[in-house]
């Protein structure tokens, strides 16, 4: 079982839409969780980081983690064609500093 | 604005070339990491540093090594390139403690290695 799974994609969604974007860990000792973006030839961003239960926003994005269950996802509302790029989680486990990364969502807004 | 600079954007070698790929960050961070990334595997984290000196291996240290001399720099070595090490590289740092995992990443290097 991978560290870190989330679905390839590419997800479509149309413009103005919400995109869903999902995540799941293995390691139960896992406590930082983060979302980064990554446009296609550069290198990735962070976007938003979330480490206890519960949703945290920042502007059109929603991070929600629910560690019962070993679930993190993100939300994007009002998508918009510029948000069309891969999101990959990542997850630290608690006391380490190694930061393990999924493969990656390719996302696609369509106009 | 923070930065992660990567010496070599596009690299060309040759098979069983010694290869260096150097990072410098002006954040302060301690933390320093290597990571490969291919495409299907998405980022494997190579090696990482938490400070001078200090370094630890990650999922696919097989082939690499790295130097620490300076807390603002990372160096990673491919002692005899491979073919299987054609990739990009991505250099990261971030702090420690609650930090770790908020990670700047540099531009990357593209490494062919014939």
Known sequence: QKEVEQNSGPLSVPEGAIASLNCTYSDRGSQSFFWYRQYSGKSPELIMSIYSNGDKEDGRFTAQLNKASQYVSLLIRDSQPSDSATYLCAVRVGGYQKVTFGIGTKLQVIP | ?114
């Open chain 2, 1 to 114: 604005d923070v930065k992660v600079t990567q010496s070599s954007r596009y690299l060309v070698k040759r098979t069983g070339e010694k290869v260096f790929l150097e990072c410098v960050q002006d954040m302060d961070h301690e933390n320093m990491f290597w990571y490969r990334q291919d495409p299907g595997l998405g980022l494997r984290l190579i090696y990482f540093s938490y400070d001078v000196k200090m370094k630890e291996k990650g999922d696919i240290p097989e082939g690499y090594s790295v130097s620490r001399e300076k807390k603002e720099r990372f160096s990673l070595i491919l002692e005899s390139a491979s073919t299987n090490q054609t990739s990009m590289y991505l250099c990261a740092s971030s702090l420690v403690g609650a930090g770790t995992g908020e990670l700047f990443f540099g531009e990357g290097s593209r490494l062919t290695v014939l």
